[in-house]
């Protein structure tokens, strides 16, 4: 293979969202890859990047499905998955592609273009697809966008309402070292699943986590795991297993219990927040008759009462920090954990205190609690897109099905589009969406569907028009990332996989189909150094000095390191609120919002509130052998990502994603480890294979999500174990929107191996000559 031009010596970096990898070419060709010797703590799921396996699923040509090509768009789009493609030149793909762009804009206008391409795509700041695809759709008239994302999607709405946006509160995460010295009790509910912090979008630099939290546990500090499982923390804790999607529950409790046995700070509440009094009758039962006891929160959580009372007794006489994980907000009623959370934060009236108050998501991301200097990176400018109508990122099934139907966003009410053309470059929504039986659906709506990938995943498989992608070992880029410590020349190591090419060829190449200019006159190296000088620009007015383009490139990483100071969470505002207040309408905490209350939304009021999920384990009228699904974030790959590799392939077992469940509840079912099970509600069925684990709660089921859909047609069921085939598609609230991918029972039965399949997720589509 080539050696790239420019490479300095035998050994270069990449930057993924997992990590930094130092790159070597060993004698015979090959690539190896390691963790930067920078980082003390890499991931491993980067260290098969260049594997055989993954190329085996690059897609090498552009391919055209059959009957769009032969019969024009909107043919036989039930077909979309089931019949072959044909592989075509480029040009044939891109005149085709851009005569149907004409074709759409002149017939419906780009109000039919939907261009959200929602995805975590890949590390580097020029090559970033949904950057690139924005910047093309912008430029050809504008396309339907979306907002928030599926990560926080309730919890980004409430949370500006509350206290301050979710981006400026993630930057200034009490950082580790502040807590190892002062926090005593660090309870967290959803633990602080380190498996999480190998991700940081952008890349990772150093991997701290795991010191972080090993260097609290040495300083003394004492930890306290409220989770559904047990096994998402990397130091010794107490583990309160709590049934999913009840925590607010429980923090009302702790709530109750601080107020009724006067722990509660009345001086905060009164100095730093507005609302205490509107809350505090709901609290004690006043204004719906249950006052929010130990005892009430426990028949509905399952913690003990006595270990309720008695924790909150423990928070309010130490040094608390709590912790949120961000997976509680992703379910029905999403908003409330947050806004509980920091209900209680401030009732404890420690927050802006060094190691007290709250946290939103420590072990979400690598960055969470990093003390990095932030400074804007240079990126790709998207233009401005003259179409206004949007959709909350998790309503794209809602959104196809029912066009012209209206819906409420934050207080305000739109109406979903009509789309006739989907885009998407860098994102697998049958990876990322719930209910996938019914995305299938919807996906038959639009008259054309076209997918940039480099891979062959279940979104290319069901595409009209799909054309291959580089990945960033085949490509020039720069790797940056916010509250991370390197900047990286990530250097083209490798040719491209068969004919792909970079998303921005590909775009500049159908824009000059289009008479646009996209490139703006720069090649890839052209516009590298015009990032690289717009982040030297904004690095200077922090006062980072980075060197010029050219010795940068030579050097190949740059070391940003951690800032000197050290970070409290709101410590300017608990100084003083009125110099300093947070962005919410009264400058205070909003533990009662006017403006929420002002839009009488049934299902999320003025403060917080219990709300009963459509499904849980504590639903009236609940099949008693169902179990609650929680489909966290995989261990071994990112989403969908790298799931054709060695190392997310050692994670399976007999080719399937397994599904961990409690030794009672495998018992009850007569399921034994290792057995084959189908897993489904009304929504869908899926295989998977069991794992029999102390490490959850009974009642609950894990199947973490990235398993390449695979669909068994003739049957109508999922063969690889990927959750969304029965998750639920339905709005966290009417005020957010948000994906709620945590709110879901299913039944569970053992399976005879006759009745499954062999997993054909990581076969190619069918091709006719
Ligand atoms: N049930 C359930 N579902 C969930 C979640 C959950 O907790 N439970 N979590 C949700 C969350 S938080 C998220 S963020 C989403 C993640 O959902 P996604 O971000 O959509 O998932 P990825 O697998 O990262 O998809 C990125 C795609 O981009 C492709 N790609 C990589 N590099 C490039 C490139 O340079 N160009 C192009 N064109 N393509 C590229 C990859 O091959 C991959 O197919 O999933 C959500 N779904
Ligand atoms: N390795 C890896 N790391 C990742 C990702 C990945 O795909 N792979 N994705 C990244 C992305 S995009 C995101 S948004 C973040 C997401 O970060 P999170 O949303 O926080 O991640 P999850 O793994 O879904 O859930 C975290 C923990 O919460 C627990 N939990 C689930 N439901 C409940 C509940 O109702 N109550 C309580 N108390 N606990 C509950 C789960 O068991 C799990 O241990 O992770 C990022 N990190
Ligand atoms: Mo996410």
Known sequence: MKLPDRLPSSKTHTASHWGVYDIARSGNGDLSITGTVEDPDPSPIGLHMAANDLRQVRIAKPSIRKSWLENGPGSNPHLRGREPFVEVEWDVALDRLAGEFQRIREEFGNEAIFGGSYGWASAGRFHHAQSQVHRFLNLIGGYVSHVDSYSLGAGKVILPHVIDGFSSLFNQHTSWDVMAKETELFVTFGGVPVKNAQISQGGPGRHRVVAGMRGMAQAGTRFVNISPVSDNMPVTSEWLAIRPNTDVALMLALAYVLETERLADLNFLNSHCVGYDRFRPYLLGETDGD??????????????????ATLAREMAGSRTMLNVSWSLQRAVHGEQPFWMAITLAAMLGQIGLPGGGFGLGYGAMNSVGNDNVRFKFGDVPQGRNPVKTFIPVARIAD????????????????????????????????HHHQDLNRLLKAWEKPETIVVNEPYWTATAKLADIVLPVTTSLERNDIGAASGEDFVVAMKKVEDPFGQSRNDFDIFDDLARRMDIDFSDGLDEKGWLRRIYAVSKENAAASNIALPDFEAFWDTGL???????????????????????????PSGRIEIFSETIEGFSLADCPGHPTWFEPPEWLG???RDATTLHLISDQPVRRLHSQLDASPHSKAGKIAGREPIHIQPLDAVARGI????????????????????????????????????????????NIERHGNPNAVTLDIPASSLSQGCSAQTCLVAIRRLDPTEARAVLAFEHPEFQA
Do not use: Q
């Open 291 to 308: 006052p929010k006891t130990p005892a009430w929160a426990s028949a509905i959580c399952g913690v003990p009462v006595e270990r309720i």
């Open 399 to 430: 959104m196809l099905l029912n066009p012209g139907e209206s819906f409420t966003y934050n207080g305000k009410v739109y109406s979903y589009p009509d789309i006739r053309l989907v885009y998407w470059a860098g994102g697998n929504p049958f």
């Open 558 to 584: 740059l070391d940003l390191g951690s800032s000197a100071a050290p970070v409290v969470m709101l410590e300017a505002f608990r100084g003083s609120p009125v110099e300093h207040p947070v962005p919410t």
């Open 619 to 621: 639903a009236s009228g």
């Open 672 to 715: 034994a480890e290792g057995d084959l099970v189908e897993v489904s509600n009304g929504r869908g069925r899926l295989i998977s294979v069991a794992v029999v684990s102390n490490a959850i709660m009974p009642g609950v089921a894990r199947l973490s999500t990235g398993a390449w859909l695979d669909i068994d047609w003739d049957r």
